[in-house]
């Protein structure tokens, strides 16, 4: 008897026991489904790469984009690589459609090597100011153009900044276009870019960016030309004497992620993506803004000499670009071209 006792009070205890030990279980729903198990969150990593270094807005902007989405979501593990370390911006975009990387933020110039109509940003003195190429890049235009890269196996969110662009050398204090004559410039891979500098007067040669500071510094090429953010945070005054305001180009920033991604993604991140993208977007346009308006000062302190152009010289160099366009706008471009230019006459 007491042996039994004993049985049925050790039971007891060891019921009781596992009854204390089991999780709490919220009651199964109405369907009368097995409760979810919590399974830890596997989260798939997006690898963005870009050619300029952390200090650039346009890393500050990345590193928004990636505190904004993991605030959305907590499936994706932004990882950011700054200075060509993933590739230059070609290579970059050539990683989304293999499958190597998941973003980059490429200017538009090497756009135009995957989808033609891109070019249509690179004809020079096209924009005359940040706001009328907002406009048009946050417009149905500029949709239209992120779009068109889908069937390239990518996705474009949204347009960044990268800016006007101003010519820097070495050795000459070029106030003219004739003060170019025969400077061997370093370009962007993009047959626009390369006609409107031959029209300068100047040798272009196209290069990637991250070969660019050694080619400077070697005097393989006398001068560049980048927007002031980019010419202060490379450095570029420690191998180039003077900076020439000739704002000859507007260079927007594509900042896209592979398709394939994109497409494996649940509503909820796409939402948080997009979300992301467009408030890291503005916070980049604003340090780049800021950046592109103070740090000419910076050059100059720096021992660069900054020339601003006459309106007669700026008026040179206008004309100049002006007589490339009909080569290039052609099919295509030409149609987009028209429809920017209507719509800046606005
Ligand atoms: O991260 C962007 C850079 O890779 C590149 O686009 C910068 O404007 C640029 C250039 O001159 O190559």
Redesign the pocket.
Known sequence: MKRSLAILLTLMLVVGLFAGCTPKQEPAAETGSAPAESKPVEKRVMRI????NED?P?FKGLEKFKEELNSRVDTIDVQLF?N?ALG??RA?MEGLQLGTQEG????T??IGNFVEEFKVFDFPYLFPNEAAADKILDGEIGQELLDSLSAKGIKGLVYWE?GF?QLTNRQVEVKTPEDMKGLKV???ENPIHLAAFRAFGANPTPM???E?FTALQQKTVDG????IA?IYYNKFYEVQGYTTLTNHLY?P?VFMISQKFWDESTPEEQEAIMEAAKIARDHERQLNREANETLSKELEANGMKVVELTPEALQAFQTKAQAIYGEFAQGKIAEYLDRVQKELAK
Request: contains cysteine.
């Open positions: 790469g870009i050619g300029l650039h346009q700054a060509s230059d911006d970059m980059t933020c490429p200017s110039a090497p990268n662009r370093r370009t962007m990637a960016f991250g660019l560049q030309e980048n927007p980019t260079s920033f």
